[in-house]
């Protein structure tokens, strides 16, 4: 029975392509409140999607944390004083 | 005729301060500029030619530039201007197909029955070797994508503004991060929660 139901429910309501999107919208609140209610009933039935959506907060977190601190040195001090003043000159010009 | 004079003179007053500012902002800002459009780039020659950009136009508007604002803050809005000038020229015309063929089946299931394992998050800021494999995943992603999600994230910026910077729609970018997305879970599942 509860198959029966997740069934109707993926086909009638949205599947979980479409409700990964709406995730996606709900993040940024841009969720209306019917599809948002959609959304909910679509994750009451769908273990995977529920799990993704579980996973979704954790990797928003991780983004968020990430901010600011991946710049990794890429660049040499040697590299960045040749920029310096190759820049320099070219603005003199 | 005094007038034109005066104004002249002072002009070539602010042209000599306007240079020694430059100067300074060169001196202090080139590293931290060019470390952040290496980021957004990921191309070494790209980067160094748009931070150039970035001071050539930092010197032409000068007169725009508010004292009370912080310098830095000033050049990276210019940076992300120039990138989202760089992306709008380089995908001009290019329609944005999304597929999402790769994780769904033809009635919109998932493929991948992985999707519901459990991930044990405690310790992952922490952990030195997890953050090489984050950085490793987001560099994965095709670059059209990668540069939007990690604007996105950077300056906590309101998507109506990339999106309006970056000629995209608001279901475009959705698209965008809810596909980034689809694969930066794939590839932590891959190479870091089943390998633990």
């Known amino acids: ?93 | 005729m005094g007038i034109p004079n005066l104004t002249s003179r002072k002009s070539m007053d602010g042209k000599r301060d306007k240079n020694k500012e430059i100067t300074l902002w060169i001196e202090q800002y080139s590293e931290p500029l060019l470390n952040r459009a290496f980021y957004l780039l990921s191309d070494r020659e790209e980067a160094t030619d748009m931070v150039q950009e970035v001071f050539l136009a930092a010197h032409l508007a000068y007169d725009n530039f508010q004292s009370d604002c912080e310098p830095l803050t000033w050049l990276h809005s210019i940076l992300r201007r120039k990138v989202a000038d760089f992306y709008r020229h380089k995908y001009r015309g290019q329609v944005q197909t999304i597929s999402l063929d790769h994780f769904f089946d033809e009635s919109g299931s998932w493929i991948d029955q992985n999707v519901s394992s459990r991930w044990n998050d405690d310790t992952l800021t922490r952990e030195e070797e997890f953050r090489d494999i984050f950085d490793n995943c987001i560099n994965q992603l095709p670059m059209k994508w990668k540069l939007l999600v990690k604007l996105y994230y950077l300056q906590e910026q309101k998507s109506s503004d990339i999106c309006q910077e970056f000629g995209l729609t608001k279901t475009n970018l959705w698209k965008i991060l809810q596909r980034s997305r689809l694969q930066l879970r794939e590839c932590l599942e891959t190479n870091w929660f089943e390998s633990l």
Do not use: G, W
């Open chain 1, 1 to 93: 029975m509860k198959k029966i139901i997740s069934h109707i429910i993926h086909l009638l309501i949205m599947p979980c392509s479409k409700a990964t999107l709406m995730m996606e919208r709900k993040q940024q609140k841009e969720l209306s409140p019917l599809c948002n209610l959609q959304l909910m009933v679509h994750l009451r039935v769908c273990k995977l999607c529920a799990a993704y959506y579980r996973k979704l907060s954790v990797l928003e977190k991780l983004l968020r944390a990430k901010e600011n601190k991946n710049e990794k040195t890429i660049f040499q001090s040697d590299d960045i004083q040749r920029f310096k003043d190759d820049l320099k000159r070219k603005m003199q010009e």
